[in-house]
């Protein structure tokens, strides 16, 4: 089970950090991505952890860092330089360790998932 958290109204440029907490799995032998999903859109993929490497879409690239806290069992999601087309839900997904680098990107892909925290990006 996957607990996502942390999610808030921010204002553009703020930060935000969000948590994935997971009981039951352990995140180190996962992969986990984030995703998120505007109103209107479809889900689309953020961010991914695999091992020790993480890869991210290029609208995130170099304003979203990805971490793991192995003792705490928690994945983050520090967000900066927020803009307003960060606004949507943002959900964490995990699942297996052998998936390949150019399937990380495919929601299909992830088979536990977290219920999604709102990220509101406004003045």
């Known amino acids: 089970q996957l607990q996502a958290s942390g999610g808030g109204l921010v204002q553009p440029g703020g930060s935000l950090r969000l948590s994935c907490a997971a009981s039951?799995?352990?995140?180190?032998?996962?992969?986990v991505g984030w995703f998120r999903q505007a109103p209107g859109k479809e889900r689309e993929f953020v961010v991914a952890l695999r091992r020790s490497n993480s890869y991210y879409a290029d609208s995130v690239k170099g304003r979203f860092t990805i971490s793991r806290d192995n003792v705490k069992n928690t994945v983050y999601l520090q967000m900066s330089s927020l803009k307003p087309e960060d606004t949507a839900v943002y959900y964490c997904a995990a699942g297996s360790l052998t998936l390949i680098v150019s399937s990380l990107w495919s929601p299909d892909q992830y088979s536990a998932w977290g219920q999604g925290t709102l990220v509101t990006v406004s003045s």
């Open positions: 039951g799995r352990t995140l180190s032998s996962s992969s």
